[in-house]
């Protein structure tokens, strides 16, 4: 168990995410197994109390991990300014509130968390659609392509000319 916890430690973030949500979802279902009727001993109560500690901490890595609240505030242009609330599903732009669907939200603050930093379309279909890249599936290529222009008509004045969601080098980056 220390091995795999060393590897996914020195993983990407798709796949420390992808392994706090096993732990989580495993820590979870044993604790729905257990019985509150029956008499427990002391070591069994604090191995459930640990069980709950590691999915409250978990909880909290897989939260911290989809927006950091550092990065919540990203400086756009000198025209406008985008901001992406950590907590809900809406944003900012140009001052005026937006909302978004969960993978809008999701795309945005991956987004916000490297602004000015090109994210390649590898990084952002295995980090926020949580999927194996695949160079030769085009309908993935396509979902990412659809994916950010229904971004950009949200939070672009122009979406045909985007000011702060921008292509460059294979990528994406948020100005």
Do not use: W
Not at 7 to 25: F, I, N, P
Not at 92 to 114: F, K, M
Not at 136 to 144: C, D, G, K, P
């Amino acid at each position: 168990m220390a091995l795999v916890r060393r590897r996914v430690a020195d993983a990407g973030a798709s796949e420390r995410q992808a392994y706090d949500l096993g732990v989580t979802y495993h820590a979870l279902s044993r604790l729905a197994a257990a019985d509150p009727r029956s008499t427990r001993s002391r070591k069994e109560v604090v191995r459930l109390a640990h069980l709950i500690m590691a999915v409250a901490m978990l909880n909290e890595s897989l939260h911290a991990s989809s927006v950091s609240p550092e990065r919540a505030r990203v400086a756009g242009r000198r025209d406008g300014r985008v901001r992406v609330d950590a907590e809900g599903q809406r944003a900012g732009v140009d001052g005026t509130a937006v909302s978004l669907p969960e993978q809008a939200h999701r795309l945005l603050g991956y987004l916000a968390n490297r602004a000015g930093q090109v994210c390649s379309r590898r990084a952002i279909i295995e980090d926020v659609f949580r999927e194996t890249f695949d160079e030769q599936n085009h309908s993935q290529a396509a979902r990412l392509n659809t994916a950010i222009s229904r971004l950009r008509e949200r939070v672009e004045q122009d979406p045909q000319n985007p000011k702060h969601i921008m292509t460059e080098g294979g990528g994406y980056v948020l100005r």
